[in-house]
C-alpha cells in the first residue's frame, strides 16, 4: 500500500491516491521483456491496470484508468513494482563522465532512495495567466491546462523520436483546455501562440507535477569525483526484464518438466513463488543424487 505523489482524478472530481499493488506475475515479466519504443507507454499502461489492485475507491483498475495518471505517479509505481519484484538494491554500470578519467564503474543505490517530489497543489485542471510580453495583450491572458499522462505518452512517443518541437506542440494542444474565451481552443489557436507563451504554459505544468528524479548523484571509486548518473525509470526496469526473458522461460520448461503444471499455472505464479519451488526442487533432486 502507498500513496500517489499526485493522484487520480475521477469523473465526479475525487482525488484517488492511496494504492495496493497486486504482484508481477511472469505473465507481466513477459509482457514487459517484450517492449520495445514505441511500444513502451502502452506496455506500461497495460501492467499497471493489471498489477495496481486498487487506486483509492477505484478498483478494478483499467486500462483507461492507468492512461489518466499522471506520467509522474505512473514512474512511481514502475519504482514499487521494480521494488517488489527486484528488491529494492540498483547496481548499474556506467562510464565515469569526467574526460580525465572515462572509467568503468559500479555504482549502487536504493530505489526507495530515488527523491519524490509530491505535487504542490492538486487539481484535475490548473489556470495561469501568461504574461502581457507573452500573450501581446496589456491584460495577459488566461490558460487553463491539466497536466501530461499516460495517455499523452502513448499517443507521443513515436511523435517525440521523430520531431520533438512538433511532439511539445502537440502535447499542448492536448492540454490546454481554454485560451481566454477558446474552451477548447483549436490546435491552430494553441499552435499560434508565441514561444514566450508557451515557455510560460511548460514552466507552469512543470511547478505543478509531481516529479520523482531521474538523475541520482554518484561518485566514482577510481577518480573519486561526483557526477548525475542518469536513471530512466521505464528504460532500466524494461531493460532488467528483458535481461532475464530467457531465465523466465528456462525455469517455466524446468518446472513444468518436473512437476507437469501447465504454462499458464507456472506463469500465473509471482517470481518469488516460482523460485521458492525451483529451490525445493533442486534441493530434493541433490537428495536423490546423493542417495541419502
Not at 251 to 275: C, F, G, K, N, T
Request: proline share 6%; aromatic share 6%; net charge negative.
Amino acid at each position: 500500500m502507498g500513496m500517489l505523489p499526485g493522484g487520480y482524478w475521477d469523473a465526479s472530481g475525487r482525488l484517488h491516491r492511496e494504492f495496493e499493488l497486486a504482484t508481477l506475475t511472469g505473465r507481466e515479466e513477459e509482457l514487459l521483456a517484450q517492449a520495445r519504443q514505441p511500444q513502451t507507454a502502452t506496455l506500461v499502461t497495460e501492467v499497471l491496470s493489471r498489477c495496481v489492485s486498487r487506486l483509492g475507491d477505484v478498483a478494478p483498475v483499467t486500462p483507461e484508468v492507468a492512461r489518466q495518471l499522471l506520467v509522474a505517479d505512473r514512474q512511481y509505481l514502475l519504482l514499487r513494482l521494480r521494488e517488489a519484484t527486484f528488491g529494492a538494491l540498483v547496481r548499474a554500470n556506467l562510464r565515469c563522465p569526467w574526460p580525465s578519467c572515462g572509467e568503468q564503474v559500479s555504482i549502487d543505490f536504493s530505489v526507495t532512495d530515488v527523491p519524490v517530489e509530491e505535487a504542490p497543489h492538486r487539481a484535475p485542471a490548473h489556470t495561469m495567466t501568461v504574461s502581457a510580453e507573452a500573450a501581446g495583450d496589456p491584460d495577459g491572458i488566461e490558460v487553463t491546462f491539466r497536466l501530461p499522462n499516460g495517455s499523452d505518452q502513448e499517443d507521443l512517443s513515436a511523435l517525440v523520436t521523430a520531431n520533438e518541437a512538433e511532439a511539445l506542440t502537440r502535447l499542448l494542444s492536448r492540454c490546454v483546455q481554454r485560451i481566454g474565451t477558446h474552451s477548447p481552443p483549436t490546435p491552430e489557436q494553441v499552435a499560434a501562440l508565441s514561444t514566450l507563451a508557451r515557455s510560460e504554459i511548460e514552466e507552469r505544468m512543470h511547478q505543478l507535477a509531481p516529479k520523482v528524479e531521474q538523475n541520482m548523484e554518484a561518485t566514482c571509486s577510481e577518480c573519486g569525483r561526483g557526477f548525475a548518473a542518469p536513471f530512466d525509470i521505464h528504460r532500466f526496469f524494461l531493460g532488467e526484464l528483458r535481461t532475464d526473458r530467457d531465465l523466465l522461460y528456462q525455469e517455466v520448461h524446468y518446472l513444468a518438466y518436473h512437476y507437469h503444471w501447465s504454462e499458464q499455472e507456472i506463469m500465473s505464479m509471482p517470481r518469488d513463488r516460482r523460485r521458492t519451488y525451483i529451490d525445493v526442487l533442486a534441493d530434493a533432486i541433490e537428495v536423490m543424487n546423493s542417495g541419502s
